[in-house]
């Protein structure tokens, strides 16, 4: 593994092994031990979108390893003026060990890993958003024990987030469904493959998709980049909201999932989203153990830019 650009382009075994790092790393940070694995390295981040716990786990997670992240704007860099990624790409990788970036378009991130010399990490494209898939199996793996056999149920849009669950659910052998308006699916190429691989369903009908799930997950109506579309979009979901009459229709014991950031009385009830705190939560904290797990894989035997 070279790089972490989409779920797809890991295997099986490599997403168990990060996952089992990331349960290796978070047991010995609550006991106190913390190896400094990434001592001398540096991280840049590069942030084309807002974000709190992708920031934040990255850089607090470099700190924990022994190394150093670069929070790099993209207001600030020549990118936002346009310097071609392929450049910046080539540049960066002179001065660091690793780039994190969130942008709009996947193809910004796949041309900085064909460009540079060093590992790049998709923070969330508009397509995908592959750290936050991991934190997300690692915390149903914590909850349930295992993943093969479960089902994991999204309600909402065909968004990045739904694309990278049904690429890391069926990897792993657990079953996906989605309900969504029919206009808001995920991609099309991803459902096909999801389809031929596994056990995929995407429908309309909310009860059907969230029958027996052991997992509901769910996320915002209008992602970052969409807000013009935001009242149109409020109108489109106003029916595919995770609240106490979904979750009826999942397993009696059913996790609730959410990326984060929330927006209550929209894609969850607010009485959902507190009866089920202590999930989401742990699914957030999860993200620092992770993408410790990832930059370790990464990062660790690379000669050091210094
Ligand atoms: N879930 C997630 O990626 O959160 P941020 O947008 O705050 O990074
Ligand atoms: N789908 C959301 C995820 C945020 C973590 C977005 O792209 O804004």
Known sequence: MKHLLKLSDLSAEEILGILNLADQLKYEKKNGVDHPLLKGKTLGMIFQKSSTRTRVSFEAGMYQLGGNALFLSSRDLQIGRGEPPQDTARVLSRYLDGIMIRTFAQSEVESLAEYGTIPVINGLTDYAHPCQV????????????????????????????????????????????????????????????????????????ISLAARDADAVYTDVWASMGQEDETALRIKAFKNY?????VMRAAKPDAMVLHCLPAHRGEEISGETFEAHADEIFDEAENRLHAQKAVLVKLLRNRQTNE
């Open 134 to 205: 991991l934190a997300d199996l690692m915390t149903i793996r914590e909850y349930k024990n295992s993943l093969k056999g479960l089902k994991l149920c999204f309600i909402g849009d065909g968004n990045n987030m739904a694309n990278s669950l049904i690429v890391g659910c069926v990897k792993l052998g657990m079953s996906f469904a989605i309900a969504c308006p029919e206009n808001y699916r995920p991609d099309a190429q991803l459902m096909k493959w999801a389809a031929e691989n596994g056990d995929f369903l995407c429908t309309t009908d």
């Open 241 to 245: 909201q995770v609240n106490a009459e």
